[in-house]
């Protein structure tokens, strides 16, 4: 089945100082990513999605020069943060969809803590 | 925008035990999924329903889209303790490009052995 892999699996950085995150689909092209937060005990919550080629679409309240993606190939975006600050730490999730599969599969997602 | 209304937010129950679990929302999806997120963990799929009245199993787990499209439930028979976890709902109205899933608050389940 469609696999989608999320690098690094957590992160700790100092404040002020950007962070990327990449998300890959393995065994197919995804033409679409999306990008999730999600805070502990809370659901997903969808930040952007990212189109190979173009600029990402970014849900209403989420700030795009802080949270930049980047959708270069069709299996591989990624997520920066930047200028983390403390409330910027969270579980960062990716999904992946191409032309035969539905965004059905996540990656294990990202953990950022920011000191 | 689209809501959904994920119930019971959180169930003990004993192994062995049946559980039951459900989203209802204000308006249609033309797709429902059915997710469990472990502590860590990405969501990983467990049922996926694509058709209005659709019934599907997978395992012991069973899911149901309602046949108004504006809800669908989740059963677990004979619950084991690695049915730990968040089951999340979510809905997908998918044309396009466009395949934004829209989330229930999720349902945390603790099995006692």
């Known amino acids: 089945g469609a696999v989608v892999s999320q690098h690094p699996s957590w992160v700790i950085c100092k404040s002020g100082t950007s962070v990327k995150i990449e998300c890959r689909s393995l065994?197919?092209?995804?033409?679409?990513m999306f990008w999730y937060r999600q805070f502990p005990k809370q659901s997903l919550m969808l930040m952007a999605t990212?189109?190979?080629?173009?600029?990402?679409?970014?849900e209403q309240g989420v700030e795009k020069d802080k949270f930049l993606i980047n959708h270069a190939s069709l299996t591989l975006s990624t997520l920066t943060v930047t200028s983390a600050h403390p409330e910027d730490s969270s579980f960062y999730i990716c999904?992946?969809?191409?032309?035969?599969?539905?965004?059905?599969?996540f990656g294990n997602g990202t953990r950022l803590t920011v000191t | 925008g689209q809501q959904l209304n994920q119930s019971p937010q959180s169930m003990f129950i004993q192994e062995g035990e049946d559980v039951s679990m459900n989203c209802t929302s204000s308006?249609?999806?033309?797709?429902w999924l059915w997710y469990k997120q472990d502590p860590g963990e990405g969501p990983v799929l467990l049922i996926a329903?694509?058709?209005?009245?659709e019934l599907t199993s997978n395992g012991r787990l069973t899911a149901q889209f309602g046949i108004t499209r504006k809800d669908s439930f989740l059963n677990i028979s004979a619950s084991i303790p690695s049915d730990v976890g968040i089951y999340f709902c979510?809905?997908?109205?998918?044309?396009?490009?466009?395949?934004?899933?829209?989330f229930g608050k999720g349902t945390l389940l603790t099995v006692n052995p």
């Open positions: 999904s992946a969809s191409g032309t035969n599969y539905s965004p059905l599969h």
């Open positions: 065994d197919f092209q995804a033409t679409t």
């Open positions: 990212s189109n190979e080629g173009s600029k990402a679409t970014y």
């Open positions: 308006s249609i999806f033309n797709t």
């Open positions: 329903l694509y058709k209005a009245g």
């Open positions: 979510a809905g997908l109205n998918s044309g396009g490009s466009n395949y934004k899933l829209t």
